[in-house]
């Protein structure tokens, strides 16, 4: 069974009735009101590259790959974050915003296992296709500084492994938990360098409302489960319909 590849927009669609016309690297487009850079950029045809975003679920704005650059305006905002305005002029592919992409790229893969061809996710990993998508060849910074790759894995649910050492801790797991499945089964523990995605009832002062956290995820996880980096599937086999119905799912 082959997965359903569909666009993502990145960030959710506006319903505003009013209409905003700009320019991304030089193409006009018009969207609603209220739409994000990084989704007009999706609908002009501009690829931006992203991991923290996704367009079923509100901007959250951790990751810093999406960054562009808007004429007249200091920095490099994250286009994921950053409403579109009447006439406002986009660059999402530029020299500046190249060598910051990929240094970005280059801090998580520097604290990444180097397993891609051993992976469950192999082929179908967004860390992977980012990767290539800013040209990511050499890491400066070596891999011999403070890390996660120790972190172990938990294999304790039937259909996906959780493996921290692969986590960039984007918080879309849990904000999908909250946002799609309303269960709030997922939390991010810990502060800094030590943050890490917890069942929540690990969580102190935060209570689960389902039993069983990583259940929980396998019976509402659909398009987000296939798109996480940690969350791989533990196999690509069709799941069967009894599987499928044992796992909650519609
Ligand atoms: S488990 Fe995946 S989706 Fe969740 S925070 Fe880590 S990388 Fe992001
Ligand atoms: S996609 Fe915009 S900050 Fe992550």
């Not at 120790?150 to 999908?176: H, L, M, Q, W």
């Not at 360098?193 to 102190?204: E, G, K, T, W, Y």
């Not at 489960?225 to 069709?238: C, E, M």
Request: aromatic fraction near 4%.
């Amino acid at each position: 069974m082959a997965f359903i590849e569909t666009i993502d927009y990145g960030t959710p669609a506006s319903t505003s009735e009013a209409e905003v016309a700009l320019t991304i690297d030089g193409r006009p487009v018009t969207v609603p009101a209220g739409t994000t850079v990084m989704r007009a950029a999706a609908m002009a045809g501009s690829s931006i590259p992203k991991l923290c975003a996704t367009d079923s679920l509100q901007p959250f704005g951790s990751c810093r790959l999406c960054l562009v650059e808007i004429e007249g305006r200091a920095g490099t905002p994250a286009s994921c974050t950053t409403p579109v305005a009447p006439g406002m002029a986009v660059r999402t592919q530029t020299p500046r915003l190249a060598k910051l992409r990929k240094g970005v790229m280059e801090l998580y893969i520097s604290d990444h296992p180097l397993d891609c061809l051993t992976c469950p996710a192999n082929g179908d990993c967004e860390l992977e296709d980012m990767a290539g998508a800013v040209g990511l060849r050499e890491v400066r910074y070596g891999y011999e500084g403070e890390n996660h790759l120790s972190a172990e894995a938990d294999a304790s649910n039937p259909y996906f492994t959780v493996d921290p050492a692969k986590c960039i801790v984007c918080s879309r797991c849990v904000r999908a938990c909250d946002e799609t499945q309303g269960t709030l089964a997922l939390t991010i523990a810990r502060r800094g360098f030590d943050s890490v995605v917890s069942a929540s009832q690990a969580s102190p002062g935060c209570q689960p409302l389902a039993p069983n956290s990583w259940a929980s995820i396998s019976a509402g996880g659909r398009n987000w489960v296939s798109r996480t980096l940690i969350l791989a599937r533990t196999d690509k086999t069709p799941r069967s319909d009894a599987m499928i119905a044992s796992a909650g799912e519609e």
